[in-house]
């Protein structure tokens, strides 16, 4: 079992996630989050950290750069059972993050539109989402990673009965889903910019 004691929360799809957050308030998790979704979680009564205020680095670029930083990198992909590795997590004040909830920007939707321009679709190109998602699924054995909102009610569940935790069947079977969207992702980019040109 894996107890959740931090996660972070970055959608673009926030149907639920205000409610979601409460429960995991509930069971005394600490919620960092970024731009609008912190927003939206303070707005609906849930207290957010902001990753930024965490990292002590502002966000950027025009929210191009957030997330991508050791103290967000290496709070998912360092692994608890290597010494070494919570050791150097230890030296470089990196706080464990036990749960990553992320749904990526919404690029199908962008160039679904028939006045999509190619800048425009290349803005909604997810870069740190991906990055965090991935990271998750593959330490998979210390962090649960949730990509879909479908999946709220299931980790819940899990987690009541459980004392706040997860099952190792269930955070393996969520990075299955990360890699799986995350191939699909990358496949929409690629096939839509096939289809453009530059001069």
């Not at 990292?55 to 059972?81: A, C, N, S, Y």
């Not at 909604?124 to 909102?149: C, E, H, W």
């Not at 009610?153 to 299955?176: I, S, W």
Request: aromatic share 6%; net charge positive; charged share 30%.
């Amino acid at each position: 079992m894996k107890k959740i004691e931090r996660a972070i929360i970055s959608v673009t799809d926030k149907a639920g996630i205000v409610e979601f957050a409460k429960e995991l308030q509930g069971f005394g998790v600490e919620i960092l989050s970024t731009g609008g979704t912190a927003k939206k979680l303070r707005e609906g009564g849930v207290t957010a950290r902001e990753v930024s205020d965490y990292t002590g680095f502002p966000e950027m670029l025009d929210g191009r750069v957030k997330t991508l930083h050791p103290k967000i990198h290496g709070g998912i992909l360092g692994r608890r059972d290597i010494p070494e590795h919570v050791r150097q997590m230890a030296d470089h004040d990196i706080l464990p993050i036990d749960m990553v909830l992320i749904n990526l920007y919404e690029f199908e939707k962008t160039v679904s539109k028939i006045d999509c321009t190619l800048e425009k679709a290349i803005e909604n190109i997810d870069i740190g989402g991906p990055a965090m998602l991935r990271s998750s699924a593959k330490n998979y054995k210390d962090v649960t990673v949730i990509i879909d909102p479908a999946d709220y009610d299931m980790v819940l569940d899990e987690m009541r009965k459980n004392n706040g935790a997860t099952t190792l069947k269930t955070r393996f079977y969520l990075a299955r889903k990360v890699f799986k969207r995350t191939h699909a992702y990358d496949g929409t980019i690629s096939k839509y910019l096939k289809g453009c040109s530059v001069s």
